[in-house]
């Protein structure tokens, strides 16, 4: 099983960050590779997602579902693409805690299922690669969130 978690800091209320984290809508204005919204709801999001890695070729049909969540404490999300010869499912989830008017995050994303190509690439690689998209898609959150 591949695992990925990090921790993070944000100098905003525990109740703005967990709705920045678990509203598609938004979640999707952050994503880094988001190349086309296909439908979001509140539930469920479809997108096409570039991948910046070299082991994927082409773009990625991508389902983004809520599947619990605590308010203003936790969530968790299945991110289910498929690509060419290829697909992935990984279950991530954060939990939140507030300090004062300031709020730390704490997440952790686990590949579920590999197939294809993404099968054979190399365990380092893909949480290597994992690691980038997750902590470029908080810089993108963070930069929208400070204006």
Known sequence: MIQI???RHFAIPINLLFVELSDLQKVIASFPEAKKVKSVSADRAEIVVSPGLSFVKGDLDTVIEKQQQDPPRSATLLIASKGIGSS???QA???LA???DETDLTWKAEVVELTG???LAPKGLVQGSGQKV???WLNNLEKRLKG
């Open 5 to 7: 978690s990090g921790q």
């Open 88 to 90: 992935s499912k990984v």
């Open 93 to 95: 989830s954060f939990q």
């Open 98 to 100: 507030s300090q004062g």
């Open 117 to 119: 190509l993404l099968k």
């Open 134 to 136: 997750i902590e470029s």
